[in-house]
């Protein structure tokens, strides 16, 4: 099912991408960097959950429900999204996905200790589970702990190494906040080699392949 990813600009302002086609063992969420179009300081992390569920110990009026949540929650209708979410969290309690979903809409409306909450539940439930993990680390770097956003975005693409939006946040975390421009190329290029049509990170790409070049043409020099 598709998959509907949102970017928080610098500015305040949020554009929508080309929808990303995941499995639902695929969940997500993410970050952002540099481009030969918006300098540095604009790019900002992404975040989205809308899952498919094809699931043999789910009934088919549950799966049905979850699907609808999804559906709602797609279209930004982020109340109904939620009681739907939670109606079918009365059923089954101990799917991962369903509270990942949660924390995005807590996030989306700036409730981070629900957001913290629901993710915490999902890791209670798998704690290898990458789309919790990438939702971890995102509220991490939120609150300015970026070691530890790193440490739960590598957990994620560990985890699951073709998680396309946590290679995607590495990229955003080092290039922004840990000023590692190298390291966020390569993650950048991993997530374009795993999504194969991303322009604007294809613009990121081209940029900071010229200031990683640069970078070590002025470390040449001083040596």
């Keep these: 099912m598709p998959l509907q990813r949102f970017i928080e600009h610098r500015t305040g302002a949020r554009s929508r991408l080309k929808p990303l086609l995941l499995l639902w063992s695929a969940l997500v969420v993410a970050g952002c960097a540099s481009s030969g179009g918006p300098a540095p300081a604009e790019r900002r992390s992404q975040s989205s959950e809308t899952v498919a569920v094809q699931h043999p110990e789910i009934s088919a009026q549950a799966q049905t429900l979850f699907e609808q949540a999804v559906a709602v929650m797609a279209s930004g209708d982020f109340i109904e999204a939620e009681l739907r979410l939670k109606e079918f969290l009365l059923q089954y309690p101990a799917y991962p996905g369903a509270h990942v979903n949660l924390a995005i809409i807590h996030g989306q409306n700036g409730n981070e200790k629900a957001a913290q909450a629901s993710v915490d539940a999902a890791l209670a439930l798998n704690p290898n589970h990458p789309a919790a993990l990438n939702q971890q680390g995102m509220l991490l770097r939120r609150n300015g702990n970026f070691i530890e956003a790193e440490a739960a975005y590598l957990k994620a693409v560990t985890a699951s190494p073709d998680y396309a939006l946590a290679h995607y946040n590495l990229g955003v975390l080092n ?14 290029e991993i997530y374009q080699g795993l999504v194969g049509n991303d322009a604007q990170v294809e613009k990121w790409i081209k940029d900071l392949t010229r200031r990683v070049a640069a970078s070590q043409r002025t470390a040449n020099v001083a040596e």
């Design 175 to 188: 290039e922004l906040y840990l000023q590692r421009l190298d390291v966020a190329l390569q993650h950048f």
